[in-house]
């Protein structure tokens, strides 16, 4: 499903307008990342839980020359299932 899908879909079970849909739902998504983006989790009781986790540095290869290389440490973006989700997908 791509955005604009999902879009459609908001705007059909919500009785909003396609471009009143899409304003939501980028929104939500701006406020998703503006809260990861400083450090907070965003938690929706029976869906899941996004939080930011830490990659350590760590030793990689080149493929195409087979040489070794440093990657640094970084943090990226996760995101758990709750269990009404994992109920819902069963």
Do not use: Y
């Amino acid at each position: 499903m791509t955005k604009s899908d999902f879009v459609d879909k908001v705007a059909d079970s919500s009785g909003l307008t396609k471009k009143d849909a899409g304003s939501a739902v980028d929104a939500v998504l701006k406020s998703i990342e503006d809260a990861l983006r400083s450090g907070e989790d965003v938690s929706f009781t029976g869906f899941g839980k996004f939080h930011v986790a830490q990659r350590g540095a760590r030793e990689g290869r080149n493929p195409r020359t087979g040489e070794t290389m440093q990657i640094a440490a970084s943090k990226v973006p996760r995101f758990t299932a709750g269990s009404g989700l994992k109920k819902a997908i069963k």
